[in-house]
């Protein structure tokens, strides 16, 4: 078995579909960032354990929980509230917890926009460790998102959660990554020095490429147009439909974001 904890801010419109996807899972935990609507009576009454941290990162949001709340579990699952379980992840999520070689698996999502699967411009399958060991296992910050220290050992597991990237709808995503873009600003000024084998963009594992695409894209002049090319055009976001579309300018914008995050750091220094 397993345990599964969720991070929360004012979830009350996603979290009912979360916590019904994990119907097979005996010790739901809800990490909350201090909510003002619903959403802890909501956990509470889906019979959910509550705790409260102040959100500083996802990484020290994810650890705290590994390492200070009680799992009933040995393995936990991480999810957020706009996120869901599926039939063939419970199951193989089921087998993996008696493995002993791995500290953690890492799962793709299929990323649900305006209702359907955008696969191509979501550059999927991109993989984040998400069923772990705890205690033990460690997150580091990344950007405005979290991967797996380098001392973890993982493995990939076939089967997806679904992400509902639009469900609090257009202007409450471009809020979010407005936010987003500034802890990406701030690895882009990490990085502007380091060098990047281009090699990466060529290796058989998906998570190195899109990594090696990440890194490279911080010297990469026009960056909004160039994103609008890369999902929509080389990675097929066309075949994605009206959705595909949508979505791709929402990441050029996004890209702009960065852009603009960068130049404003510059002036300031």
Not at 121 to 145: I, K, M, N, T, W
Not at 146 to 168: A, F, G, T
Not at 202 to 214: E, G, I, Y
């Amino acid at each position: 078995m397993y345990s599964a904890v969720i991070l929360t801010l004012n979830e009350e419109v996603a979290l009912p579909a979360c916590l019904s996807s994990l119907r097979g899972c005996d010790d739901i935990v809800v990490l909350d960032s201090g909510s003002t609507d619903s959403t802890v009576a909501i956990a509470k009454a889906a019979g959910a354990r509550v705790f409260t941290r102040s959100f500083d990162n996802f990484a020290a949001q994810r650890n705290f929980a590994l390492t200070q709340i009680p799992f009933a579990n040995a393995w936990v699952l991480n999810l957020d509230a706009d996120e869901r379980m599926t039939p063939g992840l419970e199951a193989e999520c089921q087998a993996a917890t008696s493995r002993t070689d791995f500290d953690g698996f890492r799962i793709a999502p299929k990323m649900i926009f305006e209702g359907r699967w955008v696969k191509h411009c979501s550059d999927y399958p991109a993989y984040q460790a998400r069923l772990v060991r705890a205690p033990g296992f460690e997150f580091v910050q990344v950007g405005h998102g979290q991967r797996e220290s380098p001392s973890m050992k993982v493995e990939n597991l076939r089967e997806n959660y679904l992400h509902d990237i639009s469900i609090y709808g257009e202007q409450n995503w471009l809020e979010k990554h407005r936010r987003y873009a500034k802890a990406e600003a701030v690895r882009a000024r990490q990085n502007a020095g380091a060098t990047t084998p281009w090699t990466g963009m060529f290796s058989p594992d998906p998570l190195t490429r899109r990594r090696t695409l990440k890194s490279l894209s911080f010297k990469l002049p026009f960056r909004g147009p160039a994103r609008f090319i890369y999902q929509y055009v080389l990675r097929r976001g066309f075949l994605d439909g009206r959705q595909g579309l949508r979505y791709c300018i929402l990441l050029a914008r996004y890209e702009g974001f960065i852009s603009l995050e960068i130049a404003n750091m510059r002036e300031k220094k």
